[in-house]
């Protein structure tokens, strides 16, 4: 049980167009979703939280505006993002994790590249 | 202060011998503790999870709690080539999510 996807797991795009990924909860309804970007050798860094229903939640320094989040579902989250430069390719992870307990699981990533 | 911090690395072990790797916390109220492993170029896998202060042991992985000193280990014994990875500590509550900046593992054969 516990398995997170996401879709997709690689994308190339244009600078000044939007790109948007998903993350899906397969086995398990998850109230809340986590959205983290990683640079090559670097640490997770924590984007936003987004609860079913509701606003997401997001990192100091993150753009919301930017990185808009939907949490339409327990069962789905998107990331958008608007307007992609170059400096915007990274890693994306998606997390999600069931009401009540403390374990959190992870998607297996969007590689986002940008020219 | 980090709210979490890990030695970098990387950590180079004989593959059969065992891997230590130590992770300190800040908040004192962090109730519980997980264990990731991320290969490179993959995204966290959650190995271990603890909440009582002592041992906790699941095959060749052993976690480690000493909530008085604000320190989670982890153990791998016999280890091997494939350990080799990142390994991210996260001590935290409910509504932390804050991952220290991992021990690069590397097992040598």
């Known amino acids: 049980g516990a398995v997170v996807s996401q879709h997709p797991s690689w994308v190339i795009c244009k600078s000044g167009t939007s790109v948007k990924i998903e993350c899906r909860s397969l086995?398990?309804?998850?109230?809340?979703m986590f959205w983290y970007r990683q640079f090559p050798k670097q640490s997770l860094m924590l984007m936003a939280t987004?609860?079913?229903?509701?606003?997401?939640?997001?990192e100091q320094g993150v753009e919301k505006d930017k990185f808009l989040i939907n949490h339409a579902s327990l069962t789905l989250s998107t990331l958008t993002v608007t307007s992609a430069h170059p400096e915007d390719s990274s890693f994306y992870i998606c997390?999600?994790?069931?009401?009540?307990?403390?374990?959190?699981?992870f998607g297996p990533g969007t590689r986002l590249t940008v020219t | 202060q980090k709210e979490v911090e890990q030695n970098s690395g990387p950590l180079s072990v004989p593959e059969g011998a065992i891997a230590s790797l130590n992770c300190t916390y800040s908040?004192?109220?962090?109730?519980?503790f997980f264990w990731y492993r991320q290969y490179s170029g993959k995204s966290p896998e959650l190995i271990m999870s603890i909440y009582s202060n002592g041992d906790k042991e699941d095959g060749r992985f052993t976690a480690q709690l000493n909530k008085a000193s604000q320190y989670v280990s982890l153990l791998i014994r016999d280890s091997q080539p494939s350990d080799s990875a990142t390994y991210l500590c996260r001590p935290g509550g409910y509504n932390k999510l804050i991952f220290g900046a991992g021990t690069r593992l590397a097992v040598h054969p």
């Open positions: 997390s999600a994790r069931r009401e009540g307990l403390y374990e959190q699981y």
């Open positions: 987004s609860n079913e229903g509701s606003k997401a939640t997001y």
């Open positions: 908040d004192r109220g962090s109730q519980s």
């Open positions: 086995d398990f309804q998850a109230t809340t």
